[in-house]
């Protein structure tokens, strides 16, 4: 008893934290945003200005692009460099990659747009030197593409961290009984390591999708103009002609709504399916 009671009182300061940062903030929004300014009541009207203006539309389109494309395509880098590391495990090299991963999963916000306008901005290295060259820069670090290099940059370390222990579940049993059997390594991968790979690349896919989502200090220092989610709540807290905290809280209810969404998915599919090795 003595003990049960030492690691209750040793979980509240986890609970009070649980509560003063996500728990009271989530009511605020919530409860901010159904309340209208302008009719002194609570009412749909904010989300009614955010699907009504084409210009938050876009916020919402783009910060799903970015973040479907950047969890993909560093999804699928993450897998292929996850599996090379666990191949070449245990060895001094895989631990070196693994902790190289490491410090690269740390290395994000204002030192990676920093780093990266360094290397690629206008007056970056590479661009004076192709300019050196009597060659035109044939793309920018602050368009689109070079946002979206920007986000799969550091999508790619998370990703790592998340499925290089995953490939430890694949036994070596189920791929010798294959190879009894008479299966070739196309088919083991196809009917036996992809079918038990697969809820843990779901769920790596969220994770992937909710880091980038909700990704701001990276790509405010890069261009704070860009037409994201995070960036046009941001500006609507913080900006001192757009001050709307109101409207701000109706779009951090969208995207939790998103984040919501995407979550359910991914459980439906990983129970109805069930992903089981045919």
């Known amino acids: 008893m003595r003990i049960k009671i030492l690691s209750c009182v040793s979980l509240l300061p986890i609970f009070a934290i649980f509560i003063a940062f996500l728990i009271l903030p989530l009511g605020w929004i919530l409860m901010n945003a159904f309340y209208a300014e302008e009719l002194e009541s609570y009412s749909l009207e904010n989300f009614r200005r955010i699907f009504a203006s ?3 539309l876009q916020s919402i389109v783009q910060s799903l692009s970015v973040s479907f494309y950047s969890s993909v395509i560093g ?3 993450a897998t292929l460099t996850s599996y090379s590391i666990y191949a070449l495990s245990p060895s001094k090299l895989a631990s070196f990659l693994f902790s190289l991963n490491t410090m690269f999963s ?9 780093a990266c306008i360094i290397i690629a901005g ?3 290295v590479v661009n004076v030197l192709l300019k050196s060259m009597g060659i035109e820069p044939f793309f920018s670090i602050y368009s689109n593409i070079g946002i979206n290099l920007v986000y799969i940059y550091f999508q790619i370390p998370l990703g790592v961290l998340l499925l290089f222990p995953v490939f430890k579940s694949l036994e070596e049993s189920h791929k010798q009984a ?11 991968w196809i009917k036996i390591a992809c079918p038990l790979l697969a809820p843990a690349l779901l769920g790596v896919f969220v994770i992937l999708f909710a880091n980038a989502i909700g990704a701001y200090a990276s790509i405010y220092a890069l261009n704070s103009n860009f037409n994201i989610l995070p960036i046009r709540i941001t500006s609507l807290v913080a900006g001192d002609i757009s001050l709307d905290p109101y409207l701000a809280s109706a779009l951090s209810v969208v995207l939790m709504v998103i984040m919501l969404g995407i979550t359910l998915v991914a459980n439906f599919m990983s129970k109805k399916y ?3 090795a045919l």
Do not use: M
């Not at 740390?106 to 920093?114: E, T």
């Open 106 to 114: 740390n290395f994000a916000g204002i030192p990676l747009a920093f």
């Open 75 to 77: 999804l699928i880098i």
């Open 122 to 124: 206008n007056n970056g």
């Open 178 to 188: 294959s190879k009894i059997l008479g299966a070739s390594n196309v088919v083991y």
């Open 274 to 276: 069930n992903f089981k």
């Open 54 to 56: 084409q210009f938050y």
